[in-house]
């Protein structure tokens, strides 16, 4: 089979040219948009995050037969010419439970011992810390939105802490009753929440699940940690809530100038175990399919403009 990589690195390549003996393999290190002008052989395509599939460019690719993004966000690869073609799509799911439960905690850590402030003070020479007294997590409610694979590992980090467990999701599994999480309604968790997670994939139903209308029922004390995308607040709130606010994916990074806003890359993700899970649930997913099989991480459609896993 003809197989296409976009956005794809040195030792990416080096990984799926190791992999996939006997298909005629090509790599572009730009996105979709940027190296697709004419009409191209490949059965398969494989992109990441600033790939934007559009139905001009699936007229480019009239012998592609299966697409996977190597990411769990799967916006970018929605347009009607695979709704028309039923065409199998993929995303990768579950390979960032630890990297980005871990460091939503690292960022909660940061605001509870102000550790960023201290550490540009001794940068400085100066070793002033009575203005940054902290608080403990121990003996806190922390209340997780979205109880999939990173919410579940930050439930686990969170009883290390001592801390009592909230979560609410739409789904039960074994698994929250082992670890001690109590289910609540979304209302009840902002309300009795000294530390809110948010967890959620993306969707229509999660949307400003955060909003202008419930946020009223959050602690003004309590702290916020946002490692889903940021269309899960409603924006303005970002600027309202009094609230320390931390997130690793924002629209408007001039927020992180705001006092109370803390703002990084989006690299929760990115860590050496996580990038090599990528790899190799795209790799899976990829031989599933040439094997005949739907791919472990197929998405389906659901309605003419959505997609969910199958």
Same mark, same amino acid.
């Given at each position: 089979m003809n197989i296409a990589f976009f956005e794809i690195k040195a030792e990416e390549k080096k990984f799926f040219e190791s992999r996939l003996d006997g298909h005629k393999l090509f790599f572009f290190e730009g996105t979709i948009q940027?190296?697709?002008?004419?009409?191209?052989?490949?059965?398969?395509?494989?992109?990441?995050?600033?790939?934007?599939?559009?139905?001009?460019l699936l007229l480019l690719l009239p012998d592609l037969k299966y697409l996977q993004t190597r990411s769990t966000g799967f916006e970018h690869v929605r347009c009607h010419a695979l709704y028309a073609?039923?065409?199998?799509?993929?995303?990768?799911?579950?390979?960032?439970g630890p990297a980005v439960a871990e460091f939503a905690f690292s960022l909660l850590l940061n605001i509870s011992r102000q550790t960023h402030t201290a550490l540009t003070r001794s940068e400085q020479g100066n070793g002033e810390y009575l203005d940054l007294k902290g608080f403990e997590l121990q003996h806190k409610r922390i209340g997780i939105l979205g109880l999939g694979t990173i919410g579940t590992q930050m439930a686990r980090i969170a009883k290390g802490f001592g801390m009592h467990l909230m979560g609410y999701t739409r789904t039960h599994r074994p698994v929250y009753d082992e670890i001690g999480i109590e289910l609540t309604g979304l209302h009840e968790l902002l309300e009795k929440s000294d530390v809110l997670m #948010?967890?959620?994939? =993306?969707?229509?139903?999660?949307?400003h699940i955060i909003n202008a209308h419930n946020a009223s029922f959050i602690r003004p004390e309590a702290i916020i940690i946002n490692v889903a995308r940021c269309e899960v607040i409603e924006p303005s709130l970002y600027i309202t809530l009094p609230n320390s606010i931390a997130s690793d994916v924002c629209s408007d990074i001039t927020l992180a100038?705001?006092?109370?806003?803390?703002?990084?890359?989006?690299?929760?993700?990115?860590?050496?175990?996580? #990038?090599?899970?990528? =790899?190799?649930?795209?790799?899976?997913?990829?031989e599933q399919f040439i094997a005949g099989k739907t791919p472990q991480n197929c998405l389906k459609l659901a309605c003419k403009k959505e997609y969910t896993h199958a």
């Open positions: 940027e190296e697709i002008r004419e009409e191209a052989p490949f059965d398969i395509v494989s992109l990441f995050i600033d790939s934007r599939v559009e139905d001009h073609r039923q065409m199998k799509v993929s995303n990768v799911s579950g390979y960032a #948010l967890a959620l994939p =993306l969707t229509p139903a999660t949307k100038k705001q006092k109370n806003f803390f703002y990084t890359p989006h690299m929760a993700y990115y860590t050496r175990e996580a #990038l090599q899970r990528i =790899l190799e649930i795209s790799l899976q997913n990829m």
